[in-house]
């Protein structure tokens, strides 16, 4: 069975500054997908990322980016220019890529602080 | 486009009664999600569907949580009878056309 590991359950990073949040899988599978998802104080679950195990470049947005090994099974996010909006619980979540696959498996979250 | 629908955003009730959560997927998507969010197990996924039918349940802890998907556009979750162990956030997430998973603003149930 495929497992998320989080293994900081909290972080704190100063405004404008950079932070990256860890994650480590386990998978016997070759293709996968892998989600950062965001969840506010609204609770919201707010998708901030996506990277195919069959790409080999980071998947970026905006500020956002990852840093994917698929041999180490780590993928970790990275964000520049921290902002007091990005105070949230970050989840990392697996998905199988096979056809008849649909479940996400998640972490246990890491909560990020910024500090003004 | 709306993303997905959840309602109530927040309910509470005493232990005993029957409680629907309600669920209105996206447009166009063809498989829908139920999850529950605890502090002690995080995220679980309880129910998916795709096209309407229900394909894995296991999730679903007890006889006392059902699920329907009479069409495409709805869902309801429903506990009966409920138990104060059930007070957690619901979420519907639904997927389709290649997209990940986009997920409701989830319904916070307390139960008393």
């Known amino acids: 069975a495929q497992t998320v590991t989080q293994s900081q359950p909290e972080m704190s990073v100063q405004e404008a500054e950079t932070v990256t949040l860890s994650c480590t899988y386990d998978t016997s599978e070759s293709d996968y997908y892998l989600f950062w998802y965001k969840q506010p104080p609204s609770r919201q679950m707010i998708l901030v990322i996506r990277?195919?195990?069959?790409?080999?470049q980071n998947a970026t947005e905006n500020r956002f980016s990852v840093n994917f090994q698929k041999a180490a099974k780590s993928f970790s996010l990275k964000i520049s220019d921290s902002q007091l909006g990005d105070a949230a619980m970050y989840f990392c979540?697996?998905?199988?890529?096979?056809?008849?696959?649909?479940?996400?498996?998640f972490g246990s979250g890491t909560r990020l602080l910024v500090r003004p | 486009d709306a993303g997905v629908i959840q309602s109530p955003r927040h309910e509470v009730t005493e232990m005993g009664q029957e409680v629907t959560l309600r669920c209105k997927p996206i447009?166009?998507?063809?498989?829908l999600f139920w999850y529950r969010q605890t502090m002690m197990r995080g995220l679980e996924l309880l129910i998916y569907?795709?096209?309407?039918?229900?394909?894995?349940d296991s999730g679903m802890p007890e006889d006392r949580f059902s699920a329907k998907m009479p069409n495409a556009s709805f869902s309801t979750l429903k506990i009966q009878p409920s138990e104060p162990r059930d007070s957690a956030v619901y979420f519907c997430a639904s997927e389709g056309g290649g997209q990940p998973q986009h997920f409701g603003d989830g319904t916070r149930l307390s139960i008393l």
């Open positions: 979540a697996y998905r199988s890529g096979t056809d008849s696959s649909y479940k996400l498996i």
């Open positions: 990277q195919e195990a069959y790409k080999q």
């Open positions: 447009s166009g998507h063809n498989s």
């Open positions: 569907f795709n096209n309407n039918v229900p394909i894995d």
